[in-house]
């Protein structure tokens, strides 16, 4: 029946059934590998809060592990925001201390030294 359009062809041949599990699929396939609150690549649970609440609500843990120097807000090489630790000296211990993420986000040792406060003039 070529030539024929109606409530199940199309100009194209395509029928409406046809397009609608299309999309139906296409929705099933965007949604299994969306991002919310999903892993990503890392495994790692995408970020739900912002980075700042989030450096804010555990810097005191970070803080509390000795050799932590310092906490911050950073960025990886792809220009990804992550929570900067500061430490002393990166020792293994440090590194199996301190978490590789924190709510979604990623997390970076960074060996700083100590920091000491500026003397005044």
Not at 110 to 121: A, C, Q, T, V, Y
């Amino acid at each position: 029946m070529e030539g024929v359009t109606g409530m199940w062809s199309n100009r194209n041949g395509f029928s409406d059934a046809r397009r609608l599990c299309t999309a139906a699929v296409l929705a099933l396939i965007l949604a299994a590998t969306g991002c919310c609150g999903r892993p990503n690549s890392r495994g790692d649970a995408m970020p739900k809060r912002d980075i700042n609440a989030v450096m804010e609500d555990h810097t005191s843990e970070l803080m509390a592990i000795p050799g932590v120097a310092g906490v911050a807000i950073g960025a990886l090489d792809d220009g990804t925001p992550c929570i900067l630790v500061l430490v002393v000296k990166e020792t293994d211990e440090l590194d199996r201390k301190i978490p590789k993420t924190l709510e979604g986000h990623p997390v970076r040792i960074f060996e700083s030294g100590e920091i000491k406060p500026m003397e005044g003039e």
